[in-house]
């Protein structure tokens, strides 16, 4: 079983930055693939960015958020720059369970387990 818990959202304002931060509990073999998502009230839940060795972005994350993980592989960050109104939302962090396929990171299906998000709200 892996447990996964986000932190560092907040309220900044536009052109601003943040960096989420999850914490991983469990598998090991999850934690080689991981992803950020998001969900804006009345929106279907978005995949930002993955990293699985290589890393992925959607188009509207591409060159301000990064993802990464720590060497020891226990904690998942999301950096985020350059702050729009449009990024708020609740964060979620996800991880690949071993009996799902991989096709990048940025679908919903692709993950097993969920954290339990961490707000983002971003004022212009």
């Known amino acids: 079983q892996v447990q996964l818990a986000e932190s560092g959202g907040g309220s900044v304002q536009a052109g601003g930055s943040l960096r989420l931060s999850c914490a991983i509990s469990?598998?090991?073999?999850?934690?080689?693939?991981m992803g950020w998502f998001r969900q804006a009230p009345g929106k279907a839940r978005e995949g930002i960015a993955s990293?699985?060795?290589?890393?992925r972005y959607a188009d509207s994350v591409m060159g301000r958020f990064t993802i990464s993980q720590d060497n020891s592989k226990n904690t998942l960050y999301l950096h985020m720059n350059s702050l729009k109104p449009e990024d708020t939302g609740m964060y979620y962090c996800?991880?690949?369970?071993?009996?799902?396929?991989?096709?990048?990171?940025?679908?919903?299906?692709?993950?097993?387990?969920w954290g339990q998000g961490t707000q983002v709200t971003v004022s212009s």
């Open positions: 990293i699985s060795g290589a890393t």
């Open positions: 996800a991880a690949r369970g071993p009996w799902k396929s991989w096709r990048g990171g940025l679908s919903v299906d692709e993950f097993t387990y």
């Open positions: 469990g598998s090991s073999y999850s934690r080689n693939y």
